[in-house]
């Protein structure tokens, strides 16, 4: 929610929880269509193979910041202005901002 657009923030928070909602109305119906306790272990863990797209997401620039991975930071942060149509800073002053935030904590 870091990365998106402020207006975007309730849309994203919701869809973010979405997964789990869905998993956990899927599950009785699973239970009940297969009943053998073996195959459905097989069909939950497959399901559970679904949460590995959430690597596809982007690291948190705020904890990349902290942890003083900048270039990772400055990425992130140039393809949400990208994505969201806004303009930052130069390089430089974002860079500068960063070591600032770094020394500080």
Known sequence: ????????????G???LLPWAFG??????IA??????????VAHAF????TLLYWLLPESPR???FK??????LGILKKAARINKRRLPSEEVLLAAMRNITHKV
């Open 32 to 41: 009940y269509l297969v009943r053998p306790w073996r195959q459905q272990q």
């Open 63 to 65: 904890w990349l910041i």
């Open 24 to 29: 956990c109305m899927v599950l009785p119906g």
């Open 47 to 50: 399901l559970c193979f679904i």
């Open 14 to 16: 919701a869809l973010y």
């Open 68 to 73: 003083g991975r900048h270039a990772e930071a």
């Open 1 to 12: 929610m870091e990365i998106c657009d402020v207006s975007q923030r309730n849309y994203v």
